[in-house]
Structure formats: C-alpha cells, structure tokens
C-alpha cells in the first residue's frame, strides 16, 4: 500500500496555531515530505522527515513516527497567507537521484482574519 | 538560479493536434518530472528522468511521450490527446544532496485544454 490519508479541510484564525495530520501505509516507506500550494501556484516545498523527530523551519515543523506510520505538519502564528493547500508526500524508493513520489490527497487550509 | 520554467503557461489544443511541454532548470539537477494535476487533487506522478534517461514510467498512455534532450531540458510530447487530459502540468526537478534531502523543485505549470 502506497496511499495516504490527509484531512480534506482545515480551519483556524490568524495568530493561531493548526496541526495537519497525514497518515501512511508503511510498506516502502522512506521518508515524509510537505508541500505548500496556493490557488493557481505550484507546490513548494516545505519539509522532510526521514527519521522519527521533529524538524522546524521557522513557524513551520514537521513530525514523523515511523511506529505509529504517522506524520504532521505544524503551522505556528498562523498568518492569511497561509491559507492553501497541504499535501504530505511519501518517497517510494532510494535510487540516488530520481524520488518516486506519491502525494497525499491534500488538505486545505483555510486562516480567517 | 534556483527556478523551473515552463512553456507555454497556457496551451489549448483540439484532439487530433500535436504539442510540446517544455521545461528547463539550471540547478544542475540530474532528476527530472512530470506531473499531472486534476483540479483540487494532488500531483500524480507521470514520468521520471534521472540522468537522462527515463528511469520511471507510471503506465502512462502513449499520447504523451517524454524526452530529455540534456540535463536541463524536458519535453513533453502530446499527440490524439483526449478531453479527460485537460489538467495542469507540472515539471519539477529535484538532487538528492544526502539522505535527508527531498527537495523538489517545480515550476509553474502548463495549463493544458484538449478540446
């Protein structure tokens, strides 16, 4: 199994803090990225978790468990500009050059003033 | 310059017309993509270089053929296409610098209409 599973929508006001979470089937697994895409724009990357942890990037970190199949994507001090889409990724293999990509469904993310 | 460019942004065509996408970088990436994107769905993997050479193909019909001229070109070519490949195509590239680097990059896509 390859899929993920994201939550479809998600809504919180400015200042506040959001959690996205993604979830994975675990066969194949060798890593967990975040992407950022706004209407009409391409996605951009965020993070990437291969190991269990915490990874922060300004307001934004990243969460995998590897255990629990399991990864989030916090978003502190939201601001309206946040709002777009999130998509987490899973890389399916470990060629050197070359990530077979599978996105999540994706979950948009909606910052009210 | 870290970008990925993408011509033409946008690209009407009828079912029996031929096209190109193309893409370019010069970030020295050797891993080169295509994606196609439904709207409100995410990317889906279409095709992989790395190298140069086409090292992943996700049982893509025929009537898109990809081409990797040099390392910082990609084409996509587009022969009989029908309705149902009305979609935003992305290019993206990205090089592995490490286990723990998955960046890639995309450009802006080509908004594709086959009427």
């Known amino acids: 199994g390859q899929s993920l599973e994201q939550p479809s929508e998600v809504t919180a006001v400015e200042g506040a803090i959001v959690q996205i979470n993604c979830t994975y089937q675990?066969?194949?697994?060798?890593?967990l990225s975040w992407y950022q895409q706004h209407d009409g724009g391409a996605p951009t990357f965020l993070s990437y978790n291969a190991l269990d942890g915490l990874e922060e990037t300004g307001r934004f970190s990243s969460f995998l468990s590897r255990s629990d199949s399991y990864g989030y994507l916090l978003l502190q001090e939201l601001q309206m500009k946040d709002s777009a889409s999130y998509f987490c990724a899973r890389a399916l293999d470990r060629d050197n050059y070359g990530q077979n990509f599978v996105f999540g469904p994706g979950t948009r993310l909606s910052v009210l003033p | 310059d870290t970008e990925v460019t993408q011509t033409p942004k946008h690209l009407v065509m009828g079912m029996t017309n031929k096209k190109s996408l193309k893409c370019e970088q010069h970030?020295?990436?050797?891993?080169m993509y295509w994606y196609k994107q439904k709207a409100k769905k995410p990317p889906e993997l279409m095709f992989v270089y790395s190298y140069e050479k086409l090292s992943i193909n996700e049982s893509v019909p025929s009537r898109f053929s990809p081409e990797c001229p040099n390392s910082s070109l990609l084409n996509l070519h587009l022969h009989a296409l029908q309705p149902e490949d009305s979609a935003l195509y992305l290019c993206a590239s990205s090089q592995k610098q490490g286990a723990l680097s998955n960046e890639q990059f995309f450009g802006p896509g080509t908004r594709l209409t086959v009427l």
């Open positions: 970030m020295g990436h050797r891993a």
């Open positions: 675990t066969s194949g697994f060798y890593g």
